[in-house]
Structures are given as structure tokens and as C-alpha cells.
């Protein structure tokens, strides 16, 4: 376990809450303002937070008139947040179902070097149909599949990373020489779905390449997760489950052969801030009136395979597919389908209760009672730190930064100040040593 918390931002739009555009705390002409995404990233560095993060999406689908979320590519806005701030971390999702990996590595090695050595990679094999439509597919490529080109795309990616030892750049005019070609080496993949030559055309960063970041919870997402993440994002609804999740996942890092504190597992929250915890219920309920319930359907119709249209709110779920029969989102399905046959919960009530964060936990309290919240799980064993995922923003940021962190810090659970300059060091990690460098280091002594 990590002496202190690692705090992530995760941010959405004006907020994680589906109604949270339509509500007097937001504006959601914020959504396509670069402006405003600069200045959250600077409330988040205020707070000393490890890293800022945004998901993606490759498609509008279903959501076009009922949803602002989808706006900038990640990459793209985080290279502008990049230049607006100089400690926080800057994770963006990125897939490996619908690019290449010498694109992808050049991308995210330019915003780690825009941002001197504090980009991250949250990589996601995209779950979506809608997706799929965008790139030639009829129907989205099956789970497995989708898993073994990220993992082929993965080792690829880093083998480019590693293709620029760190002091391969000479940079010396007098010379003439730019770099060393000894140090510049090509990567040669022959594999099932790639053939890349390398090397990338984008010399490492300070922290050496990108933090590698992962959120799949199936069999198969753990074992990526084991072998390749260095912090996981997670929904998870209770201690008991968090606790099993975490020792599952770093006995996968271990069983691969790795540390396994070189894997911070950051489930999510959803933080409903206030003067007491009545006035924090009142709030989530304000949102909750908010929600469009046939929009509200499909989203839920999604994380179920199963079309809920013209269902009404007050009935239970229907019979749901077996798990096998998922080809999306395997753990939402699976804590969808937990929760509303644990809490006996009607659709509508479903509704409500994934409107904050699409399944991740919610809470409403006082700045104390989300401080004690987030501790009791640390100290349970059951996280490293939070993927902190305000309902409404920017309000809920900067509430959670100007009232919850600094009781984490007066607890001692948290950073006062950065002490690191890299994202991998602000995750207690060193910076990756290529596997050239590290033949080198070897044959030196
Ligand atoms: C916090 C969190 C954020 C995620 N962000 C994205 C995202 O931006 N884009 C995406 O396609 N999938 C995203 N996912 C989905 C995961 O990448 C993964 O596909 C999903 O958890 C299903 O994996 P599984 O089938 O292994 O359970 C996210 C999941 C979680 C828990």
C-alpha cells in the first residue's frame, strides 16, 4: 500500500452527472471552451492532484441531443492544458481498436514532451457498435479479440517509446550532429495484426514514456491490467468488493513479474459536497430531477444488451443476457445487474442511482465525511488513492479541492506540495528505463 492517496480528476464536461448541463451551478457553453478546460486543470493543480483525465468516445451514437460530453479529442485539449499548468499529470484516453500504434506513440510521446514528461495513456479496446461503424466494422470486433490487439498494440507502442535512449539527442551545433544513430534504434515488429519498423520520430521524455493507464475489470482486462497498467480506474460500489478487486489485480501484476505497487488501483467517486449531509442529498436530488428519462433509458438499454424502450420506471429490470452474450462493457454490465438484484431497484430507480456516474459510487456529506470516506477504503486495502469524478463543474472541483483535500493533507494523507516533476513521479514510480538504455546500463556494469 502507498503511504499517501493518489488523487486523479477525472473530468467530464460540466460535470460526471448526466443533468449536470442543465442545472444553474454549470455552463454548458463551457463544454467547447479550451479556455475553460485550462483553468480546471489549474484548480486540480491548486490541489496538488496527481493527474487530470479525460475519456473518449469515437462516436456520437444515441447521445446527440440529450448530451454535451462529447466535445475535444483528449490528445488535443491536453496538449492546451499542458501549457497552462506545470506539476499535474495529463491522462488521455486513447483506443486500440481504431488507430495505429506509430500514430498513437507519436501522439502521446508529443504531449509528454509538450508537457515535460507528464503524459498518460488510458488505454481502451472501445466498447461501443457506434464505434465500430466509424471504421469499417459491421459489428464491434469480440471481447478476446479486442483484448489481444491491445495487447500486440501495447507492446508495439512501448517498443517505440523505447526506441530513443535518453541521451540519443546530441544537439550539438558545432558538430553538426542532431543525434546519435547508435542510440536511435529500429524495433523490427512482425506481429498478427501490426508490421512496424520504427523507430518513432519523437525522442523519450523525462519520465521516459507515458504513464500506461487501464480500466477493464473482465478476466481479461485484470490480466492486461497485471501485465501493462501502472494505475487502474475502477468502479466499485463497497469495501468488501474493493478489497477483492485490489488483491486480485496486484496478484496479477506479481504472477506477470512485476512490483506490485508499480499498479495503483483508483476506484471512483462521486462526490456530492455540502454543509451537512441532508444538504448534500438535496443537491444529488436537484440533479436527479434533472435527468431525461428516455435518454436515461438508453444509456441504461446499453449497459444491459437489452432494449428498454417503452419500459416503464416503476418495474423491475427484465430477464437480462448472460454475461457471455456481452460484447461491450462486461463489468458495467455485471455491476448494473449486481446492484439492481442486491437493492431490489425498479428501472427508475437505476436511473437515479447511475445518474451521478454511470454505476461509480456516490456520495453526499460534509468535506469531513467524503475525507473519512475516501480514508476508511485506503486504509481498508481496498485503494491507493480515488478517481475523484465531480457530478457538477467546475464548483465540485474546486469544492473537493479547497475543502476535502486539505483535510487529507492535514491528516497526512496526502502531498502539501508537489515533491516530483513527472506524472510517473507523482504516482511513486521512476522514470521507465528503456530496454535499450537498460542493455546498455547492463553491459557497463
Ligand atoms: C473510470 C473508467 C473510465 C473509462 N473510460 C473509458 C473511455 O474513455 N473510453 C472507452 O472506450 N472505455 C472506457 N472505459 C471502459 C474500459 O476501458 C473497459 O472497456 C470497460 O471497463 C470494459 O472492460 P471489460 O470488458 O474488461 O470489463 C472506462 C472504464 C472506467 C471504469
Do not use: C
Not at 21 to 38: E, S
Request: proline share 6%; glycine share 10%; net charge negative.
Amino acid at each position: 500500500m502507498s503511504s499517501q492517496l493518489h488523487l486523479n480528476a477525472f473530468l467530464m464536461g460540466v460535470g460526471h452527472h448526466e443533468a449536470a448541463w442543465r442545472h444553474p451551478r454549470t455552463d454548458a457553453r463551457n463544454v467547447l471552451r479550451a479556455g475553460y478546460f485550462q483553468e480546471l486543470a489549474r484548480i486540480a493543480e491548486r490541489g496538488k492532484l496527481d493527474s487530470v483525465f479525460f475519456a473518449d468516445l469515437l462516436s456520437v451514437g444515441s447521445r446527440i441531443e440529450r448530451n454535451t460530453q462529447t466535445t475535444f479529442e483528449p490528445i488535443t485539449l491536453l496538449s492546451a492544458m499542458a501549457v497552462a499548468t506545470e506539476h499535474i499529470g495529463l491522462i488521455a484516453t486513447a483506443s486500440t481498436g481504431y488507430n495505429e500504434p506509430y500514430n498513437l506513440a507519436r501522439s502521446l510521446a508529443s504531449l509528454d514532451r509538450i508537457s515535460g514528461g507528464r503524459a498518460g495513456w488510458n488505454i481502451v479496446t472501445s466498447v461501443g457498435a457506434d464505434e465500430a461503424a466509424n471504421f469499417g466494422y459491421a459489428e464491434l470486433p469480440d471481447h478476446a479479440g479486442r483484448y489481444r490487439r491491445a495487447g500486440e498494440f501495447v507492446e508495439v507502442a512501448t517498443a517505440l517509446w523505447d526506441s530513443w535512449e535518453p541521451d540519443a539527442v546530441v544537439l550539438d551545433a558545432a558538430t553538426g550532429i542532431f543525434a546519435d544513430p547508435d542510440k536511435v534504434h529500429t524495433v523490427d515488429h512482425v506481429g498478427e495484426r501490426f508490421t512496424v519498423r520504427g523507430p518513432l520520430n519523437v525522442p523519450s521524455s523525462a519520465q521516459g514514456r507515458p504513464l500506461l493507464v487501464q480500466a477493464g475489470s473482465s478476466e481479461s482486462g485484470k490480466d492486461f491490467a497485471g501485465r501493462w497498467a501502472e494505475a487502474v480506474f475502477t468502479a466499485q460500489r463497497s469495501i468488501p468488493e474493493g478489497q477483492d478487486f485490489y488483491r486480485d489485480v496486484k496478484a496479477r501484476a506479481v504472477a506477470a513479474g512485476r512490483d506490485q505497487d508499480e499498479v495503483k488501483i483508483l476506484p471512483g467517486i462521486v462526490p456530492f459536497i455540502a454543509e451537512s449531509e441532508a444538504a448534500g442529498r438535496r443537491l444529488e436530488r436537484e440533479f436527479t430531477e434533472l435527468i431525461s428519462p428516455e435518454y436515461a433509458l438508453r444509456q441504461l438499454s446499453q449497459m444491459v444488451g437489452v432494449d428498454l424502450t417503452g419500459y416503464p420506471l416503476d418495474a423491475p429490470l427484465p430477464p437480462l443476457p448472460p454475461l457471455e452474450k456481452i460484447q461491450g462493457n462486461k463489468s458495467r454490465y455485471q455491476l448494473v445487474k449486481d446492484l439492481a438484484s442486491r437493492e431490489s431497484l425498479t428501472i427508475g430507480d437505476l436511473i437515479a442511482e447511475l445518474g451521478g456516474g454511470r454505476g461509480h459510487r456516490t456520495v453526499a456529506g460534509t468535506p469531513e465525511q467524503i475525507a473519512d470516506d475516501l480514508q476508511r477504503w485506503f486504509e481498508a486495502g481496498a485503494a491507493d488513492g480515488f478517481n475523484v469524478m465531480p457530478p457538477y463543474l467546475p464548483g465540485g472541483l474546486t469544492d473537493f479541492v479547497d475543502q476535502v483535500v486539505p483535510i487529507l493533507q492535514a491528516r497526512g494523507l496526502f502531498r502539501t506540495d508537489y515533491t516530483e516533476t513527472t506524472l510517473r513521479g507523482h504516482y511513486g514510480l521512476r522514470p521507465h528505463i528503456g530496454r535499450y538504455a537498460r542493455v546498455v546500463a547492463g553491459v557497463g556494469g
